[in-house]
Each structure stands twice: as C-alpha cells, then as structure tokens.
C-alpha cells in the first residue's frame, strides 16, 4: 500500500496496515530531538516547523461515504457509496488559524476578532486559499500542488508533495476516522461542534472541543473548509481515490459552521460555494500527501 504524504526534514513517516481501517484511538507523539517523531499509526501528531500547526497521520483505507437513509437531517445528494483512499496523508489537527493566515500572506481579512489569533481564519475564497497552500510550499521548499494561470487551477494530483486542500473524499474519511457517528467523533454535535445553539453567534478558538478518534477537531462546525473538488452528485458506484469532475462552477465546502443547525454540521452534508466567494462562516484546513 503507498502512502499519501511526503514527511517534512528530517521525519520519515512508514505505515503498513489493512486497507479497511477501523476506529483508533489518537496519540500524542512527542517530538525528538531535531524535529523526528516516530510513527504510530493512525491519528499520530507532529508539530511541522513551517506553519507551527499540528498535523494528524490519516492512514489509508475505505469507508462508506455518506449517510443512511435513517440518519436525521439527511440531504438527497448523501448517497452512500464505497470509497478507497489508496495514500495516507497529514491533515492539519486544527482549521487555519488567523495567526497563521496573516504570516502567510500579511493580512487578515476575518470579520470575527473575538479569539484573535486562535480564531479560524474566515472569509477568505477558495481561490485565496490556493495561493495560501502554494506560498506554504514555496516557503518549504516543496513543490507547489497548484499550477495558476489567471482564474485557471490546475492540480498537479495527489502525489504531489507540497501544501494542499483536502479532497471531499479525504475531507469525509478524516472526519469519520474509521467511525459511523453522524458527526466527526460523536453521535453529540454538542460535544464536538461550535454551532448556532452553543457559539454566542461567532467563531470560537480553535480546538476547543472534543477530537476524534484521529485526533481531529472543529471538522464539524466553527468554519465551513474549503475543499479541492467541484460540486457535482456522486458517481454511482464506488470510487478510488476521487478527486472530483473535471470542471464545474461551484467548489465543495464541508463541515459547516458556527451559524447553523447542528443537522448542518453532520459528517455527510455537502456545501457547495462560488470560488472566488468570501464567507464570515468559510474557512479551511490543510493536508500533505505522506510518501
């Protein structure tokens, strides 16, 4: 099986497991000297020294996308369907924060300062977001994932080394870590997502409720993220390692948001947005394929 995330200097990330992955439990891996940390498996955590962020190991596997005809709240376009992510990749522990948005790109462009720093980094567009991951990559010395010419993105593909948004079908995997829960680690949206009944009307610091069985937190409300794919229905049928049609005119934003109805922040719903839009309530995550 190959994995899907080149390590940063110095770290060497090896996984071997069963494609289907089960629920793990996440672990805290301290670093060692020079940076290194060994590798554990499923929803491992490292510090990268380029953005400061924690970033949780997101191992191989497949899993069912979407949601069960019972499960309340359910939208028409949640059809489940197989899906087989074939490369293990980091994914960001925590949404972009705007500290770290403005050393990045000099500016902050979020209507919410109530948590400063710590606070998601909201409205900003998908096309924003591109050139964001690609100047991360730069500054890493990796190769950029994103090829620009004017409103054009091209994506150079899944193996690519560098910065990168998440897939829908990654976005969903690592939101559901090997579980069923209608939310990303529980069956309380309480428990794990800031959403209308419980935000105060803003966003809330990053991290502030419960992980996943990967270690992930915030991937159901706080911020809508942005993700790589066009909005489209799904094929019929299972999938290996989708990334989406070839074109359309509305990119996938998932997870919902600090604003909405706890059914709105379920692991299954779909959003859908214009990419050149800027959302109080959108912001996003990022991955590295794992090699």
């Not at 309480?190 to 809330?204: C, E, H, L, M």
């Amino acid at each position: 099986m190959r994995a899907c995330m080149r390590p940063w200097p110095l770290f060497l990330a090896l996984f071997a497991g069963a494609l289907v992955v089960s629920p793990v439990a996440a672990q805290e891996v301290p670093a060692a000297p020079g940076g290194t940390a060994p590798e554990t498996g499923a929803g491992a955590s490292r510090t990268d020294p380029i953005d400061g962020a924690a970033y949780r190991y997101i191992p191989a596997g497949s899993f069912t996308m979407g949601s069960p005809p019972e499960e309340a709240g359910r939208n028409p376009d949640e059809d489940q369907h197989q899906v087989t992510i074939t490369r293990a990749c980091w994914m960001a522990e925590t949404e972009v924060t705007q500290g770290q948005w403005q050393a990045v790109m000099g500016s902050n462009p979020s209507r919410h300062s109530n948590c400063g720093a710590s606070c998601p980094v909201e409205q900003v567009s998908w096309v924003e977001v591109i050139d964001y991951a690609n100047r991360l990559s730069r500054k890493a010395g990796l190769e950029e994932c994103y090829q620009t010419s004017g409103a054009s993105v091209t994506f150079k593909g899944l193996g690519c080394t560098g910065y990168r948004l998440p897939t829908e079908a990654e976005w969903e995997y690592a939101a559901r870590a090997g579980g069923s829960q209608a939310w990303a680690g529980s069956d309380d949206p309480d428990a794990v997502a800031w959403i209308g009944a419980n935000s105060g009307g803003t966003t809330q610091p990053v991290g502030g409720k419960q992980a996943n069985a990967w270690g992930l937190r915030d991937m159901s409300g706080n911020v809508k993220e942005w993700c790589w794919d066009w909005y489209a229905d799904y094929p019929s049928g299972s999938a290996t390692d989708p990334t989406g049609p070839p074109g359309g005119t509305l990119r996938v934003i998932r997870g919902g948001s600090f604003g909405g109805k706890a059914a709105a922040t379920r692991s299954a719903v779909r959003g859908w947005q214009d990419p050149d839009d800027r959302l109080a309530a959108a912001g996003f995550r990022l991955v590295r394929t794992a090699d």
